[in-house]
């Protein structure tokens, strides 16, 4: 450990050193899945003599770069992508690893990363995901790539007629394989591979709790933390419906229905990615990017399901975000702002139902003008008036587990603290603080605590961001907790504000301005949110 070379299971692998931290980078878990191994589950990669180098990323997954990069994407454009792209391959089943330890007999916690940009786009080693703050405070970070989009979950029924009866959920295949990797491997690199947490933002989210409920995956993963969704409940597509999605999307390519797999997979790769129309038209063809019910690797229909059987016992971190939502029954990310209290008002309504809203008196419960209308509906919806669930879920989660799993822990939280912006903001809706507010993936900045303040002539990361002090410390802070929680399965620590388990006491935390902690139902509010997730109908009753 000490000049950077490491056994793995394949090979020999250097790393390099960088902010005082030893990094792997592109250590391949499995062959690439190319040409004969397009749209089959992963295999061993082939072993090497000599050292490895791991001083260079592999490439990001096969997507479009845009429109990811284009303007009304923001503000995901300029703080995180404003660097630009790296280059995309289908040889893409590659993981990083960041360890600060000094030996193989350390046994750190383990963090696998799973990164967001739905199950379509996005990268491993994307700026804000910089694990070397996580290093420092004692765990292995662990960011895993995977096959996404068309190449990681095209179903049809000539791959179904060659692989069992089965096809799709090739990046989920490759999360598993990548777990086996380091359950493996990671102890020459200082890590625990009985202690490993799973955990995602985002699209990420869908990963990890697929991961979780994944049978494969049983006994091998001790811990989850979920940002921006808890992905406890829900459905996946049949494998029928998956089926067609694919023969509808190669069509739209040009392929005969009857295509045979030996003409797909000779076919260039280019020719499967392009631009993701459905991304504006929704009318549009879809790409095939979504999860299939197979009976193997998402082994029910109903998510919530499959959890009770393989997840129910892991210790669990979620929450959102105070702006990524607004008020309505699905789940919008950012949403049209809300202008008036009068559509404000409507939209409660909608969602709640005139029975619920009638009983709580809504509108005399919370008085509101044009001015705020929209901040109080983004701030209502990540509390739990959204389809989406919000933090009202996660405290019925919290309370479900108490009862059904007594021994497993649960924490929940909300991000509202609003990073600082520059006058020019102003200009632009969607990078506005007072419309974007805590917006979807800003807590990534300080969960990874990867923000950098220039400092005597240092860069600033991200260079539109001017951070403040009290950017640093909640940075500094939220990293602590998740490390922590890697650690034992408990977020607190010394020096730390208490954040109180969520159980039947209903217990969370508020990041923002101020770290506030929250427990029981302590208001009409908490009330009406409360009758209003627990009567959903796909919500799991202990």
């Not at 045979?260 to 038209?281: P, S, W, Y």
């Not at 991000?415 to 603080?433: C, M, Q, T, Y």
Request: proline share 7%; charged share 25%.
């Amino acid at each position: 450990m000490a000049l950077g070379i490491v056994n793995t299971k394949y090979g020999k692998v250097q790393g390099v050193k960088e902010e005082d931290v030893l990094l792997f980078k592109g250590v391949p878990y499995a062959a690439p899945p190319v040409g004969e191994l397009r749209w089959k589950p992963p295999v061993d990669p082939a072993p090497w003599d000599g050292v490895r180098v791991c001083d260079a990323y592999g490439p990001r997954p096969m997507q479009p770069s845009q429109p990811y990069g284009s303007p009304f994407f923001e503000p995901w454009a300029s703080d995180f992508y404003y660097m630009g792209y790296t280059a995309y391959s289908e040889d893409c089943l590659y993981l990083n690893i960041a360890t600060d330890a000094e030996s193989a007999e350390e046994k750190r916690p383990v963090y696998m990363w799973f990164h967001g940009g739905g199950l379509s786009s996005g990268y491993s080693y994307e700026v804000e995901f910089n694990p070397t703050v996580l290093a420092k405070k004692g765990v292995v970070v662990v960011s895993v790539g995977q096959r996404l989009n068309v190449f990681g979950y095209l179903s049809l029924p000539q791959l179904s007629a060659e692989q069992g009866g089965i096809s799709g959920n090739y990046g989920l295949m490759d999360e598993v394989k990548a777990l086996d990797w380091v359950r493996e491997n990671i102890a020459a690199f200082g890590g625990d591979p009985e202690n490993i947490t799973i955990g995602g933002q985002s699209g990420g989210t869908a990963k990890t709790g697929a991961l979780a409920r994944c049978p494969q995956a049983a006994g091998k993963i001790r811990r989850v933390i979920n940002q921006s969704s808890l992905n406890w409940t829900g459905t996946y597509p049949t494998m029928a419906q998956a089926e067609a999605e694919g023969v509808a999307y190669m069509k739209s390519l040009g392929f005969a229905e009857n295509v045979t797999l030996e003409e797909l997979r000779a076919a260039d790769a280019e020719v499967f990615n392009g631009i993701d129309k459905g991304f504006m038209d929704p009318t549009a063809v879809r790409k095939p990017g979504n999860m299939v019910f197979d009976g193997v690797w998402v082994p029910e229909q109903d998510a919530a399901v499959s959890f009770e059987k393989y997840a129910g016992q892991l210790d669990y971190l979620a929450g959102g975000n105070y702006g990524e939502c607004v008020l309505s029954k699905g789940f919008v990310l950012g949403g049209k702002p809300i202008e008036t209290a009068q559509d404000f008002y409507a939209a409660a309504k909608d969602v709640l139902g005139e029975e619920i809203y009638a009983k709580y008196d809504f509108e005399a419960l919370f008085p509101v003008s044009d001015a705020d209308a929209n901040k109080l509906s983004k701030r209502l919806a990540v509390e739990g008036l959204t389809g989406f669930g919000g933090n009202m879920k996660n405290l019925c989660f919290g309370e479900y587990r108490a009862k059904k799993f007594p021994g497993a822990k649960t924490y929940s939280y909300v991000f509202s603290h609003i990073a600082p912006g520059v006058p020019e903001d102003k200009k632009n809706p969607l990078r506005d603080p007072d419309i974007a507010m805590a917006w979807h993936s800003s807590e990534l900045w300080y969960t990874f605590a990867s923000l950098r303040v220039g400092k005597s002539g240092a860069s600033n990361v991200p260079p539109i961001r001017p951070w403040t002090e009290y950017d640093e410390k909640l940075a500094d802070e939220m990293s602590s907790y998740w490390a922590n929680f890697m650690k034992t399965g408990d977020p607190n620590g010394e020096g730390l504000p208490y954040w109180p388990e969520s159980g039947e006491n209903h217990g969370w935390i508020d990041l923002g301005d101020e770290i506030v902690s929250h427990e029981g139902m302590e208001s009409k509010k908490d009330e009406m949110m409360y009758e209003y997730v627990t009567a959903q109908k796909d919500l799991p009753k202990a």
